[in-house]
């Protein structure tokens, strides 16, 4: 079962910066954090993972609580692609179980 | 990042047929593979893990003999909807990794559509 909650929508204005936020309060020690994101009828699309530290690619950037029970992607300058499902997924494994995620749209 | 592919995109059939669908890792080996099912509006579902060489591993209420998986060599996993019914009717993903030095990162391939007529 997820063991992610995540709100079910969000809206961002074109440029700005999208901050989406997870809980995930009874993670596990050895499980990671990892963020997907899912364009209407394609794959999910890997974005980022981390563990305890705060993290940042090309794409997003990652920001774990210090207790780990919460996270927060923020994709920095947001466009209309970004428009997506947004997937927080807690894992210690290579199983991963999805919860609903959150939909955000971003407006022009 | 690795690339997983899936084919065929999209099939139609007709009740009672079997449909066979395929997930490749392109550019590296995979020893697991899972597959998901998501149906309109709402998230994906694990369905299985697959592994080369042994049997696949079904979630709780998934049916292994409706759903059969092979996973016969290290960059390829099928899936066989076997007497497809119009509640098969759904969005069929694959994911495969980590590829060799990741951790855990897993990949999906772009999707089959079944629909069963």
């Known amino acids: 079962d997820a063991k992610t909650t995540q709100p079910t929508s969000m809206d961002c204005a074109e440029g700005r910066a999208a901050n989406l936020p997870c809980n995930h309060s009874t993670i596990s020690g050895n499980e990671y954090v990892y963020w997907y994101r899912q364009i209407h009828s394609q794959g999910p699309q890997y974005i980022i993972h981390?563990?305890?530290n705060n993290e940042t690619n090309e794409m997003a950037s990652l920001i774990i609580t210090e207790d780990r029970k919460s996270s927060t992607l923020i994709l920095p300058h947001a466009t209309l692609r970004d428009t997506a499902v947004y997937y927080c997924i807690v894992s210690g494994g290579n199983q991963f179980y999805f919860g609903t995620g959150t939909s955000l749209t971003v407006i022009p | 990042g690795a690339v997983v592919s899936q084919h065929p995109s999209r099939v139609i059939c007709k009740s009672g047929t079997s449909v066979k669908i395929e997930c490749r890792s392109l550019d590296f080996q995979a020893t697991t593979m899972f597959w998901y099912r998501q149906f309109p509006k709402q998230s994906l579902m694990l369905m299985a893990t697959s592994n080369e060489g042994s049997k696949a591993t079904y979630e709780q209420g998934v049916e292994k003999d409706k759903f059969l998986i092979n996973h016969a060599s290290l960059t390829l996993s099928t899936l066989t909807v076997t007497s497809a019914h119009p509640e098969d009717s759904s969005f069929y993903i694959c994911?495969?990794?980590?590829?060799?030095?990741?951790?855990?990162?897993?990949?999906f391939g772009p999707g089959t559509r079944l629909t069963v007529l």
């Open positions: 981390g563990l305890k």
């Open positions: 994911s495969a990794g980590p590829p060799s030095g990741t951790y855990n990162e897993q990949f």
